[in-house]
């Protein structure tokens, strides 16, 4: 059942009384015939089963929900409960039970879990190589924060843009128009920040919208990395400290923001570089080549990627950059300047496991995790196959009814369907109809589990439930 949806539990009258079946079915409990000696168990058995199909029949259903045969209260189902806390419904909810089902899971606090693993050679190599003036670890490692966040914390607090996609209904999770799931970890930045931190780790499990296939999934890890500089920090090497300023009212330049000097901000890239070329080959030898791209983000500038050679082909790793001063400010940190990176968990496990697809991770089968039960998390290991079943495809095709109708959409709801059962989903063929004015789309389902083999008749179930369930909530027409 799952997490985060409540159900309510019709109870039985406690006067039961002799009804027929002509009579209707109350909606709040079920009449049962007067119990009376000698009575048969089993009829009263088959009556309440037709009693419940009466029930089902008069009551809606929650869509996402009629595989557990159930329905929501109507009060309840005006709520969504995550983590133990309730928050009403509005337009802007889309979560499903099939993501509130992963939250909480908190694979990369699983011990032997190959994300924990990835986790653990990151923090050895930052406690081994940055302390503070104590000899402590000058990182801070947070691996519980809640994944709910703020509008607010995940995208205004970043500066990212009100039209950016990634604010979008397509393309994160909303649990209202207040909250949702975090769709990555510098969420937490600010607040962080604001605590007083200096330099911090933090891990946890992110949510976006997303296609299906073998190296994309709706829930993900990352881990956050950030570290900030007073100006002796910065340039406690150099000769020349008095001098030497972290600020100017300058201009916005692609190599530096405008209240950075040249120095601070070639200072800060020489020092985010160097640590995260390090991190590189800490985790894939010291023979790695590697190569840094420019690129975007709202909440950093300048930035970049950082991309490794790995098996004879180019692979991003990470994304980082300076952090824009704004957000310093907003942390109530505007004496200092800093750099922050993300990378995702299970993109270095895949390549460093050799793990084919990113829906093992949430496999709780005993074959796949029995291979990570290493003490040393160093300990070289090559991932087995526990499955070679054979793949089953079938395909669908509809006219496109609404314009709001998203790619997305027909995603989370073949995963409300399928679950891990589906392996792929591609979008095969599309073309515009002038004469029903209609799009029609074609999408290709792939269907393997990953530990035993699947039969065609067990598959065209599922694909027909599909079929219907975007008949009734995406509003389409099957071709």
Request: hydrophobic share 35%; glycine share 4%.
């Amino acid at each position: 059942m799952a997490a985060g949806i409540r159900y309510q539990v019709w109870k039985t009258q406690s006067t039961l009384r002799k009804t027929t079946d002509q009579q209707s079915v109350p909606t709040t409990w079920w009449q049962l015939p007067q119990s009376q000696a000698g009575r048969d168990m089993q009829a009263i058995i088959q009556w309440r089963s037709r009693a419940v199909k009466v029930f089902l029949r008069q009551n809606p259903i929650c869509t996402y929900c009629t595989q557990f045969h159930m329905t929501m209260s109507p009060d309840i189902s005006k709520t969504v409960t995550v983590e133990g806390k309730t928050y009403p419904r509005d337009s802007w909810t889309n979560i499903t039970p099939t993501i509130l089902q992963k939250v909480g899971k908190n694979l990369h606090c699983k011990k032997h879990h190959p994300l924990n693993l990835i986790k653990l050679r990151i923090n050895d190599f930052f406690y081994k190589n940055y302390f503070n003036k104590y000899r402590n670890p000058l990182f801070s490692v947070y691996d519980n924060l809640s994944p709910v966040v703020t509008l607010y914390q995940n995208y205004d607090s970043l500066l990212v843009p009100v039209d950016h996609p990634s604010r979008s209904k397509t393309d994160s999770y909303y649990i209202n128009s207040e909250y949702m799931l975090r769709a990555h970890t510098s969420s937490h930045q600010v607040d962080l920040i604001g605590t007083g931190l200096d330099a911090f780790l933090l891990y946890g499990d992110v949510y976006r919208r997303d296609a299906i296939d073998s190296s994309h999934y709706p829930a993900f890890h990352q881990v956050e990395g950030v570290r900030l500089f007073t100006k002796y920090e910065l340039f406690d090497r150099s000769s020349s400290t008095d001098i030497l300023k972290l600020f100017e009212d300058g201009q916005r330049l692609p190599t530096k923001q405008e209240s950075h000097t040249h120095e601070s901000s070639l200072s800060l890239e020489h020092d985010l570089k160097k640590t995260l070329e390090n991190l590189t080959f800490h985790l894939f030898g010291k023979d790695i080549e590697v190569k840094w791209v420019d690129a975007y983000f709202p909440f950093t500038h300048p930035s970049w990627e950082l991309e490794i050679k790995f098996q004879g082909e180019w692979m991003e790793v990470l994304g980082c950059g300076i952090i824009e001063q704004n957000i310093m400010n907003s942390g109530g940190v505007a004496d200092k300047v800093g750099w922050a990176f993300g990378l995702g968990l299970e993109r270095l496990a895949m390549k460093l496991f050799n793990i084919p697809d990113i829906r093992l991770f949430w496999s709780e089968d005993s074959g796949f995790l029995s291979q990570f039960e290493v003490d040393d998390p160093y300990k070289p290991i090559t991932y087995k196959p526990v499955s070679s079943s054979p793949q089953c495809i079938n395909d669908i095709s509809f006219w496109v009814k609404e314009k709001s109708f998203s790619e997305n959409d027909f995603y989370d709801m073949v995963r409300a369907v399928g679950g891990d059962l589906v392996e792929q989903v591609h979008l095969f063929d599309t073309f515009f109809h002038p004469k029903k004015q209609l799009q029609s789309q074609s999408y290709r389902i792939v269907y393997r589990h990953m530990e035993r083999a699947l039969s065609q008749e067990e598959v065209n179930k599922v694909h027909q439930e599909i079929a219907a369930r975007a008949v009734r909530t995406l509003h389409v027409e099957i071709r």
